[in-house]
């Protein structure tokens, strides 16, 4: 999808790519403790956290990838980065009709948080839609922190932000012109 939109950039797994990266971007289906156990089995944690953190380069986590920004999940008992003050929590099976079905999957529309300066979200016209595949959602400690919520039996958070760092509970790249369009916005970040 970013070479669609014309933006460069480098799929890798290598410390010294990441830290000449201007801007991070972390995907991730699957398990939340395997996704961590693979970050830290890679070594690159702490290039991230000098990235991200101390030079504070612009970071998009992706489903599964923006779950690992908090500090951990009910789906696991692996810390997590951190970056994000959350936690990552199931669907509440109690508050969803027999009709709806986990894993919340398909495409959904958002609610953008109006109270925030809205970066991602920036010129989607309509009400935008995005792409979902997942069993557990973000739980910000603050609503500051909410950039979009999306309902499913009852509303979640689906796009959080803290400083430099941006997560989204969608898929983007599977998400056609709204999601091409979050991309651009991310890329043009500053």
């Not at 692996?78 to 999957?105: Q, T």
């Not at 069993?135 to 919520?149: A, K, N, R, Y």
């Amino acid at each position: 999808m970013l070479k669609r939109i014309g933006v460069q950039s480098i799929i890798s797994s290598e410390a010294s790519v990441i830290a000449d990266a201007d801007k991070l971007i972390l995907p991730g289906v699957g398990h939340f403790d395997h996704g961590m156990r693979n970050l830290k089995n890679s070594g690159l944690i702490d290039v991230m956290n000098e990235k991200v953190v101390k030079e504070e380069v612009p970071f998009l986590g992706i489903c599964l990838g923006a779950q690992l920004l908090g500090n951990g999940s009910e789906e696991g008992t692996e810390d997590g980065l951190g970056w994000i003050p959350m936690n990552v929590v199931a669907f509440d099976r109690s508050r969803l009709s027999n009709e709806l079905k986990v894993p919340h999957m398909g495409w959904n529309t958002i609610e953008i948080n109006s109270a925030q300066p809205n970066v991602l979200f920036k010129d989607l016209e309509g009400q935008p839609k995005f792409y979902f595949v997942h069993s557990f959602h973000m739980q910000p400690i603050d609503d500051e922190l909410v950039l979009s919520t999306s309902n499913y039996g009852y509303d979640f958070t689906s796009a959080v932000q803290f400083k430099n760092v941006f997560g989204v509970q969608f898929h983007p790249e599977k998400s056609h012109a709204f999601g091409m369009n979050l991309l651009k916005n991310f890329a043009s970040y500053k």
